[in-house]
């Protein structure tokens, strides 16, 4: 969002309003863990561990607090997890297993691919795919749209419909599509940055 406040304004009417994953689940925690677990809202922290330095930015900007506190607290990187666990000494095949607090519960593996590139189109795929069908989808996996290349475009087709897209890692890649859809030269249905 930021890039594109900075670099290219008049994008921003194709944006999605939808907040990123880290923001819906910090403002869904908020409102709902307090009551589950007897804490003050006040009292509960929020912490994201993300691959990208810009969800730090991200979690500070105003919009995404309410009543002077922010949604998430504190984001870690991946990376910077990775150096605490290094410095404390965890050795994380010495532990012993436990099973995990979900006190969201559990419903589908598209939440698990959301931090993945490719991750948010490939659930908008499958969501998409259930209401064309009208059917649950066994399991689908849209492989083509996974991965870590710089800037990959596919098109999927589901029930004779086909979808378009752009699945954008980095921001000179992302520059690379603003610029074909700037210049009217972008002929996708979804882009993902």
Known sequence: VKFAEQ?????LP???SCKSPQQMFGALAKDVLPAQ????????????????????????????AHDGRRDVDFVLTTQELA??????????????????????GF?????VIFGNSGGVTEAALRFAAEK?????????DFLQVRGEGGLRE????????????????????????????????????????
């Not at 064309?132 to 689908?140: C, D, M, N, R, S």
């Open 107 to 111: 419903h589908t593996g598209a939440a």
């Open 37 to 64: 677990l007897n804490v003050a809202r006040e009292e509960l922290v929020v912490v994201s561990i993300m691959p990208c330095t810009a969800k730090k930015f991200e979690a500070r900007r105003p919009e995404f």
């Open 154 to 193: 596919v098109s999927v087709t589901v029930n004779n419909i086909t979808v378009k897209l752009a699945i954008v890692h980095g921001l000179a890649n992302a520059r690379i599509v603003a610029e074909k859809v700037k210049a009217g030269k972008s002929d996708y249905d979804l882009i993902e940055v």
């Open 132 to 140: 064309i069908t009208g059917q649950p989808l066994a399991k689908v």
């Open 14 to 16: 194709n944006m999605s």
């Open 83 to 104: 150096h605490m666990i290094e410095e404390a000494g965890l050795d994380f095949r010495a532990l012993e297993p436990e099973s995990l607090d979900m006190p969201l």
């Open 7 to 11: 670099y290219y304004p008049e994008l």
